[in-house]
């Protein structure tokens, strides 16, 4: 029995592969393909960066200086596909955590940069501080379904645009070895990061060799490259660490209101900064980003728990495998204002049509709520449980002489159960997924203290309780904080 509690079921492994859900037919995937290269090269983009504007130049686009107009030849564009890194590891600090993004392999995440929390005392939402970025950190490292962290919350403590990077990218690093991924605010900002990042992994080399951080710029949709993520893209992809390029398109507002139109414009842009980090170093990690969503047509809000955002995302997922790059994806998010049964069967619809479509990297798809603008603690660790049943679907069902138990109906009459085999010892804690915070007992067993959501916040206030173990060594812990004294440690 002792070597049976050891083993680890398959669909507890990160990287599942998976093709399950194709909303798209292949005729539609190479339409819409063949779409965005007219799109890059008849209508183009408007870049407001000067050094994306002279990168891309320079590298054979159309421009226009007048208007900043940028029209992307499709040979440009099919060249910077070609170029860019088709398999992209997003490292750990321990080698257990790598995230191989490529073909349709699986792995989960946080994100969302949300400006408020549900307080773990009160429940009342208020706005997250430097000490919520510790305690997310913290509970991703201990939670199993989420591979990567995501830097999901944004410190309102911090007042100084140039200080906010280095304390969200420190702290996280501080508190879990997973791979660290975050949007940034300023280029000075993501150089303090960087130069931190150098310090831990013992210089710029092991950094390239390992990089264990990465970083989220962005595409303004419609069909913009601001002056203030163009700047830091060129910036990231001139220093060769892994950063995303993604797109925000909403049905109806900055994107036609079809979901075909929104995949189409999703794939359209994301292409057009795969174009830009090539332009400025060949091979490159770029990553390919789709966030988007539909837009509440009565209130003219972003919708982020809409099962038609699990859909786009899929067959932005299909697109990306066409091209075969690497795809940071979008699911998990609800609408909902409490962690309710809303927030429960959003956030489970999404992640697991994404999930099924082989998306590389789910963002948002562990606490996210309130049309991404919440994170609740208790979420996150619910979450952390439908993540492992999405990996169990996208396990499968495996089908060989063992796994029928062929030899099972041979030695057994009509009638006899299975309980007592061995076979049913061997396969007991492998083939289904256990849950970590639903409840299964009977109602005769059942308090209210069992609840799913009581069980997550006492999980919660648990690990809030103990002390935390810094995942960064003693003396290196203490010079990043003489070096970067912008650093806020809270009481």
């Known amino acids: 029995m002792t070597q049976v509690d050891t083993v680890q079921a398959p669909h507890r492994k990160a990287g599942l592969r998976s093709s399950l859900y194709r909303p798209l037919s292949d005729a539609a995937v190479r339409r819409i393909a063949q779409a965005a290269f007219d799109v890059l090269e008849s209508n183009g983009m408007v870049v407001y960066s000067p050094t994306a504007f002279a990168a891309l130049r320079a590298a054979g686009a159309q421009v226009d200086a007048q208007t900043h107009r940028v029209r992307f030849p499709r040979a440009l564009v099919e060249d910077a596909i070609a170029a860019n890194p088709s398999s992209i590891t997003l490292h750990g600090r321990q080698e257990q955590h790598d995230a191989v993004l490529e073909r349709d392999r699986v792995y989960y995440g946080t994100g969302g940069t949300a400006i408020y929390v549900l307080d773990v005392d009160s429940g009342e939402r208020r706005p997250s501080t430097v000490a919520d970025v510790i305690l997310n950190s913290r509970l991703v490292q201990a939670l199993e379904n989420i591979h990567l962290f995501t830097i999901n919350v944004f410190p309102n403590d911090i007042k100084d645009q140039d200080s906010i990077d280095v304390n969200r990218f420190f702290h996280a690093l501080d508190n879990t070895t997973k791979h660290v991924m975050g949007g940034v605010y300023s280029l000075a900002g993501c150089r303090k990061v960087v130069e931190m990042a ?108 809409a099962v038609e955002r699990g859909m786009i995302h899929a067959a932005v997922a299909q697109l990306a495998q066409h091209f075969e790059l690497p795809l940071y994806s979008t699911a998990g998010c609800s609408d909902a204002k409490e962690v309710d049964v809303q927030a429960g069967y ?110 997550a916040h006492a999980m919660v206030t648990q690990l809030r309780a103990q002390e935390p173990a810094s995942c960064l060594e003693h003396g290196l812990r203490e010079r990043l904080l003489r070096r970067f004294p912008e650093i806020v440690l809270p009481a």
């Open 198 to 305: 150098e310090s831990i992994a013992g210089g710029a080399a092991a950094l390239r060799e390992r990089p264990f951080v990465s970083f989220i710029t962005l595409i303004i949709s419609p069909f913009k490259i601001d002056q203030h993520y163009g700047e830091m893209t060129c910036y990231l992809a001139g220093e060769g660490l892994p950063v995303v390029v993604p797109t925000e398109p909403i049905c109806g507002t900055t994107a036609p209101i079809t979901l075909a139109g929104n995949v189409l414009t999703h794939i359209a842009e994301t292409l057009a900064g795969i174009t830009l980090v090539q332009s400025v170093q060949r091979g490159a990690p770029g990553i390919c980003g789709s966030v988007g969503s539909i837009t509440n047509l009565s209130t003219m809000d972003h919708v982020g728990g």
């Open 346 to 455: 959003e956030s489970a619809i999404m992640n697991l049509l994404v999930a099924m479509s082989g998306a590389n990297y789910l963002h948002d798809a562990a606490g996210l709520m309130e049309s991404d603008l919440t994170v609740a603690y208790e979420k996150l660790v619910i979450d952390d449980d439908i993540l492992g049943m999405c990996q169990r679907v996208l396990r499968g069902i495996e089908v060989n002489d063992e796994t029928l138990g062929l030899e099972l109906f041979e030695q057994r009459d009509p009638g006899e159960d299975f309980l007592a085999e061995i076979h049913t010892v061997e396969h007991m804690r492998t083939e289904f997924h256990m849950p970590s915070v639903a409840n299964r007992e009977t109602r005769d067993n059942y308090s209210p203290a069992d609840s799913a959501w009581n069980r």
